[in-house]
Protein backbone atom coordinates (compact mmCIF):
# COMPACT_ATOMS: atom_id res chain seq x y z
CA UNK A 1 0.00 0.00 0.00
CA UNK A 2 1.35 3.59 -0.99
CA UNK A 3 1.60 6.07 1.27
CA UNK A 4 -0.85 8.20 -0.64
CA UNK A 5 -3.55 5.47 0.23
CA UNK A 6 -2.01 4.88 4.17
CA UNK A 7 -2.34 8.84 4.55
CA UNK A 8 -5.93 8.76 2.71
CA UNK A 9 -6.81 5.70 5.75
CA UNK A 10 -5.51 7.79 8.10
CA UNK A 11 -7.24 10.82 7.25
CA UNK A 12 -10.94 8.57 6.74
CA UNK A 13 -10.04 7.56 10.23
CA UNK A 14 -10.28 10.72 11.85
CA UNK A 15 -13.21 12.19 9.67
CA UNK A 16 -15.31 9.49 11.38
CA UNK A 17 -14.00 10.27 15.02
CA UNK A 18 -14.33 13.63 14.53
CA UNK A 19 -18.19 12.84 13.51
CA UNK A 20 -18.52 11.02 16.86
CA UNK A 21 -16.45 13.29 18.95
CA UNK A 22 -18.60 16.40 17.87
CA UNK A 23 -22.10 14.15 18.52
CA UNK A 24 -20.86 13.16 22.02
CA UNK A 25 -19.54 17.14 22.88
CA UNK A 26 -23.36 18.02 21.83
CA UNK A 27 -24.94 15.04 23.81
CA UNK A 28 -22.65 15.53 27.23
CA UNK A 29 -22.45 19.22 27.12
CA UNK A 30 -18.47 18.75 28.15
CA UNK A 31 -15.72 21.50 26.84
CA UNK A 32 -12.28 22.23 27.48
CA UNK A 33 -11.36 25.03 29.24
CA UNK A 34 -10.82 27.46 26.15
CA UNK A 35 -6.81 27.96 24.99
CA UNK A 36 -5.67 25.62 28.04
CA UNK A 37 -3.21 23.20 25.96
CA UNK A 38 -1.96 21.60 29.32
CA UNK A 39 -2.51 18.11 28.30
CA UNK A 40 -0.04 18.74 25.40
CA UNK A 41 2.78 19.98 27.80
CA UNK A 42 2.69 15.92 29.73
CA UNK A 43 6.03 14.69 28.76
CA UNK A 44 4.64 10.98 28.90
CA UNK A 45 2.57 11.30 25.87
CA UNK A 46 3.01 8.49 23.53
CA UNK A 47 1.55 7.49 19.88
CA UNK A 48 1.83 5.46 16.74
CA UNK A 49 3.85 6.61 14.04
CA UNK A 50 1.13 6.07 11.49
CA UNK A 51 -1.52 8.68 13.42
CA UNK A 52 1.32 10.87 11.90
CA UNK A 53 1.50 9.88 8.63
CA UNK A 54 -0.84 12.92 7.63
CA UNK A 55 1.46 15.53 9.41
CA UNK A 56 4.57 14.16 7.85
CA UNK A 57 2.97 13.89 4.24
CA UNK A 58 1.60 17.49 4.27
CA UNK A 59 5.55 18.58 5.57
CA UNK A 60 7.10 16.37 2.71
CA UNK A 61 4.56 18.26 0.17
CA UNK A 62 5.58 21.52 1.28
CA UNK A 63 9.21 20.41 0.98
CA UNK A 64 9.86 20.86 4.59
CA UNK A 65 9.97 17.10 6.20
CA UNK A 66 13.74 16.81 5.72
CA UNK A 67 14.42 20.50 7.93
CA UNK A 68 11.54 19.05 10.41
CA UNK A 69 13.49 15.58 10.62
CA UNK A 70 16.49 17.75 11.18
CA UNK A 71 14.85 19.82 14.05
CA UNK A 72 13.13 16.94 15.66
CA UNK A 73 16.55 15.14 15.95
CA UNK A 74 18.23 18.28 17.91
CA UNK A 75 15.30 18.74 20.50
CA UNK A 76 15.83 17.76 23.93
CA UNK A 77 12.46 18.45 25.21
CA UNK A 78 9.99 15.36 26.15
CA UNK A 79 7.11 18.04 24.95
CA UNK A 80 5.34 17.22 22.06
CA UNK A 81 7.81 19.31 18.95
CA UNK A 82 4.68 20.36 17.25
CA UNK A 83 3.01 22.02 20.61
CA UNK A 84 3.22 25.64 20.30
CA UNK A 85 3.31 27.62 23.87
CA UNK A 86 2.79 31.05 24.53
CA UNK A 87 5.23 33.33 26.31
CA UNK A 88 4.62 34.15 29.92
CA UNK A 89 1.08 32.40 30.26
CA UNK A 90 0.52 28.68 31.37
CA UNK A 91 -0.96 28.16 27.72
CA UNK A 92 -0.18 27.22 24.31
CA UNK A 93 -1.93 25.54 20.85
CA UNK A 94 -1.06 23.01 18.43
CA UNK A 95 0.98 24.04 15.72
CA UNK A 96 -0.31 21.39 12.95
CA UNK A 97 -3.65 21.21 14.52
CA UNK A 98 -5.23 20.00 10.91
CA UNK A 99 -2.58 17.28 11.33
CA UNK A 100 -2.54 16.30 14.83
CA UNK A 101 -2.50 12.52 16.02
CA UNK A 102 -5.15 10.11 16.77
CA UNK A 103 -3.87 10.42 20.87
CA UNK A 104 -4.49 14.45 20.44
CA UNK A 105 -8.23 13.76 19.07
CA UNK A 106 -9.40 10.71 21.48
CA UNK A 107 -8.10 12.71 24.64
CA UNK A 108 -10.55 14.10 27.01
CA UNK A 109 -13.49 13.42 24.84
CA UNK A 110 -13.24 9.40 24.20
CA UNK A 111 -13.76 6.42 26.92
CA UNK A 112 -11.64 3.17 27.73
CA UNK A 113 -12.71 0.18 29.54
CA UNK A 114 -11.57 0.09 33.64
CA UNK A 115 -10.99 -2.27 35.87
CA UNK A 116 -14.02 -3.35 36.40
CA UNK A 117 -15.01 -3.39 32.80
CA UNK A 118 -16.87 0.02 32.70
CA UNK A 119 -16.05 2.56 30.51
CA UNK A 120 -14.63 5.69 31.97
CA UNK A 121 -13.90 9.31 30.30
CA UNK A 122 -10.30 9.53 29.38
CA UNK A 123 -9.94 13.29 30.13
CA UNK A 124 -8.06 15.83 32.13
CA UNK A 125 -7.63 16.30 35.96
CA UNK A 126 -8.78 19.90 34.60
CA UNK A 127 -11.95 18.33 33.49
CA UNK A 128 -12.70 16.09 36.25
CA UNK A 129 -11.87 18.37 38.93
CA UNK A 130 -13.19 21.51 37.18
CA UNK A 131 -16.47 19.74 36.06
CA UNK A 132 -16.73 16.99 38.49
CA UNK A 133 -20.54 16.88 38.72
CA UNK A 134 -21.01 16.93 35.31
CA UNK A 135 -17.94 14.05 34.68
CA UNK A 136 -19.60 11.87 37.26
CA UNK A 137 -22.85 12.02 35.34
CA UNK A 138 -21.45 11.61 31.74
CA UNK A 139 -19.52 8.11 33.17
CA UNK A 140 -23.14 6.71 34.27
CA UNK A 141 -24.58 7.97 31.13
CA UNK A 142 -21.54 5.98 29.31
CA UNK A 143 -22.59 3.09 30.96
CA UNK A 144 -26.09 3.45 30.18
CA UNK A 145 -25.27 3.68 26.45
CA UNK A 146 -24.26 7.56 25.87
CA UNK A 147 -22.65 6.95 22.42
CA UNK A 148 -19.01 7.85 23.06
CA UNK A 149 -15.68 7.26 20.53
CA UNK A 150 -13.38 4.25 22.51
CA UNK A 151 -10.03 4.48 22.80
CA UNK A 152 -9.49 0.98 21.95
CA UNK A 153 -11.84 0.72 18.81
CA UNK A 154 -9.79 3.67 17.04
CA UNK A 155 -6.48 1.97 18.05
CA UNK A 156 -8.10 -1.48 16.67
CA UNK A 157 -8.83 0.47 13.04
CA UNK A 158 -5.80 2.27 13.04
CA UNK A 159 -3.33 -0.81 12.76
CA UNK A 160 -5.78 -2.49 10.78
CA UNK A 161 -4.50 0.69 8.46
CA UNK A 162 -0.91 -0.92 9.02
CA UNK A 163 -0.17 -3.38 11.46
CA UNK A 164 3.52 -2.97 12.03
CA UNK A 165 3.11 1.11 11.97
CA UNK A 166 -0.06 1.18 13.79
CA UNK A 167 0.82 -0.45 16.79
CA UNK A 168 4.18 0.53 17.26
CA UNK A 169 4.00 2.91 20.93
CA UNK A 170 6.63 5.55 21.17
CA UNK A 171 7.11 8.58 22.96
CA UNK A 172 5.73 11.12 20.89
CA UNK A 173 8.53 13.11 19.13
CA UNK A 174 9.92 9.64 18.33
CA UNK A 175 6.02 8.76 16.74
CA UNK A 176 7.03 11.92 14.73
CA UNK A 177 10.84 11.26 13.98
CA UNK A 178 9.35 7.62 12.63
CA UNK A 179 6.80 8.69 10.68
CA UNK A 180 8.84 11.59 8.69
CA UNK A 181 11.36 8.93 8.44
CA UNK A 182 9.29 6.43 6.90
CA UNK A 183 7.45 8.90 4.19
CA UNK A 184 10.83 10.19 3.02
CA UNK A 185 12.37 6.50 3.29
CA UNK A 186 9.81 5.60 0.57
CA UNK A 187 9.94 8.47 -1.54
CA UNK A 188 13.79 8.39 -1.38
CA UNK A 189 12.92 4.34 -2.68
CA UNK A 190 11.30 5.69 -5.37
CA UNK A 191 13.42 8.32 -6.84
CA UNK A 192 16.22 5.68 -6.84
CA UNK A 193 14.02 3.29 -8.35
CA UNK A 194 12.92 5.78 -11.27
CA UNK A 195 16.99 6.63 -11.60
CA UNK A 196 17.35 3.43 -12.81
CA UNK A 197 15.04 2.69 -14.40
CA UNK A 198 15.95 5.83 -16.44
CA UNK A 199 19.72 4.44 -17.05
CA UNK A 200 19.01 1.01 -18.22
Known sequence: MSI?????????????????????????????????GK????????ASPLEFFPWAFHLFLQGEAENTLKLLAETKSATCFIYQPLAFIDKGKCGAYKYRGLICRLFGFSANTDKYGKLRLA??????????????????????GLKVPIFTEYYMRLSQIDFRLG??????????KLALEEVLRYYEYRRSTDVEIEVV
Do not use: M, W
Request: proline share 3%; glycine share 4%; with cysteine.
Open 4 to 36: EQKVQLVEDLFKDLEKESIQFEKSSGLSCVAGC
Open 39 to 46: CCTHPDIE
Open 123 to 144: TCKIIKEGQAKKYETINESINQ
Open 167 to 176: NRILPVNQAL
